[in-house]
């Protein structure tokens, strides 16, 4: 499966913005997805994960309470809604996908990545 992101555009401080992971070629049932992200000279790091088989979720501390992940089973998709977005957010997000029940926080634990999309939050 080939996930595939959208949604990021630059935005000013305290907006909100909704990013969509699709899975291209393939379905995220049984998987576990996460977005993760890569702001400029840092090292990529876990956001939020979601088991797709009973929608648990997990979140990393600095977006607990501001970021929700979810999924549309119709479209086999998976969302990340981000409020109150400050500049420390901007980064290039990337959902990956892992085969597992098991939510995790590292890279490299999961199998399939996604290009990435941009999002630039202004002060």
């Known amino acids: 499966v080939q996930p595939v992101e959208s949604g990021g555009e630059l935005v000013q401080a305290g907006d909100s913005l909704r990013l969509s992971c699709t899975a291209s070629g393939g379905t995220f049932r049984g998987a576990v997805v996460g977005w993760f992200r890569q702001a400029p000279g840092k090292e990529r790091e876990f956001v939020a994960g979601l088991r797709w088989s009973t929608g648990s979720t997990y979140y990393a501390d600095s977006v607990k309470g501001r970021f929700t992940i979810s999924r549309d089973n119709a479209d086999n998709t998976v969302y990340l809604q981000m409020n109150s977005l400050k500049p420390e957010d901007t980064a290039v997000y990337y959902c990956?996908?892992?085969?597992?029940?098991?939510?995790?926080?590292?890279?490299?634990?999961?199998?399939?990545w996604g290009q990435g999309t941009q999002v630039t939050v202004s002060s």
């Open positions: 990956a996908a892992r085969v597992g029940n098991l939510i995790r926080i590292e890279i490299a634990d999961y199998d399939y």
